[in-house]
């Protein structure tokens, strides 16, 4: 009960965790890589047929290929309905159980996902943002609930492709801000940078995740955090996946 208590703690101080091995050797994240790779296979550039999914995953992208978008969309499609069904499996709901220290949860409505970092000509990367903010303009009920999203990695993530998290400095002071990680009429939010959003956020102390495929770190809803910006050939593929204590 220690451990789970202190995950929890960590939450709610930090309002990040360092990396866990919470989902490591889950079929349901093997099965999703799977997919991935009957998909793109031929614009990844690994050296042998025998090494694992996840490290051909993890290989460099062609530089003289493009993957198409319309490709990735039928991708995303196909992995988003398993990271559906991982997200509502009782096991995962287990795990959040302990997270959370609660029985009683539930999966936040619709917020599960699957991410393709490529690289930075594929799509502008996005940009600060929190989960709590569609929750809070949707009107969901849970908002302001404790809650955290699991992203987890299904390859390996660097500091060049991986995310950025500004730790939480102090939750008594928890605050919304305004949308800003989307492109509203002639304005790119995207591009808005920390400072911009809050001049006493402190870029010195702003974490970026490495993690091994199946590693996860846990993100209360309510921190700032935003995918690494650039260019790089090497893929990043994820997961998010989010309960809250009702």
Same mark, same amino acid.
Request: glycine content about 4%.
């Given at each position: 009960?220690?451990?789970?208590?202190?995950?929890?703690?960590?939450?709610?101080?930090?309002?990040?965790?360092?990396?866990?091995?919470?989902?490591?050797?889950?079929?349901?994240?093997?099965?999703?890589?799977?997919?991935?790779?009957?998909?793109?296979?031929?614009?990844?550039?690994?050296?042998?047929?025998? @090494?694992?999914?996840?490290? /051909?995953?993890? #290989?460099? +992208?062609?530089?003289?290929?493009?993957?198409? &978008?319309? %490709?990735?969309?039928?991708?995303?499609?196909?992995?988003?309905?398993?990271?559906?069904?991982?997200?509502?499996?009782?096991?995962?709901?287990?795990?959040?159980?302990?997270?959370?220290?609660?029985?009683?949860?539930?999966?936040?409505?619709?917020?599960?996902?699957?991410?393709?970092?490529?690289?930075?000509?594929?799509?502008?990367?996005?940009?600060?943002?929190?989960?709590?903010?569609?929750?809070?303009?949707?009107?969901?009920?849970?908002?302001?609930?404790?809650?955290?999203?699991?992203?987890?990695? @299904?390859?390996?993530?660097? /500091?060049?492709? #991986?995310? +950025?998290?500004?730790?939480?400095?102090?939750? &008594?002071? %928890?605050?919304?801000?305004?949308?800003?990680?989307?492109?509203?009429?002639?304005?790119?939010?995207?591009?808005?940078?920390?400072?911009?959003?809050?001049?006493?956020?402190?870029?010195?102390?702003?974490?970026?995740?490495?993690?091994?495929?199946?590693?996860?770190?846990?993100?209360?809803?309510?921190?700032?955090?935003?995918?690494?910006?650039?260019?790089?050939?090497?893929?990043?593929?994820?997961?998010?996946?989010?309960?809250?204590?009702?």
């Amino acid at each position: 009960m220690k451990k789970k208590q202190n995950i929890k703690e960590l939450l709610l101080q930090k309002g990040h965790t360092e990396n866990l091995k919470l989902f490591s050797g889950a079929k349901d994240l093997e099965e999703m890589r799977k997919v991935i790779l009957h998909y793109l296979h031929p614009y990844l550039l690994y050296e042998s047929k025998n @090494l694992s999914t996840k490290q /051909k995953l993890s #290989s460099c +992208l062609d530089p003289e290929k493009k993957v198409p &978008k319309s %490709l990735m969309d039928e991708v995303r499609n196909e992995v988003r309905q398993l990271v559906k069904k991982f997200n509502n499996s009782e096991n995962t709901r287990k795990v959040f159980e302990k997270i959370l220290d609660s029985k009683n949860i539930s999966p936040c409505e619709g917020f599960y996902d699957f991410r393709a970092n490529l690289s930075g000509d594929y799509k502008v990367s996005t940009g600060w943002h929190q989960d709590c903010e569609t929750s809070f303009v949707e009107g969901k009920k849970y908002w302001n609930k404790f809650s955290c999203t699991a992203w987890i990695t @299904l390859t390996e993530a660097n /500091k060049n492709n #991986s995310i +950025l998290i500004v730790p939480r400095q102090n939750r &008594k002071l %928890l605050k919304i801000y305004p949308q800003h990680y989307g492109q509203i009429g002639n304005v790119d939010y995207r591009q808005k940078e920390l400072g911009d959003i809050d001049n006493k956020i402190k870029t010195k102390d702003v974490y970026a995740v490495t993690a091994d495929a199946d590693e996860c770190v846990l993100i209360d809803s309510f921190v700032l955090h935003r995918t690494v910006p650039g260019n790089t050939n090497k893929s990043r593929f994820s997961i998010d996946i989010r309960y809250y204590a009702s």
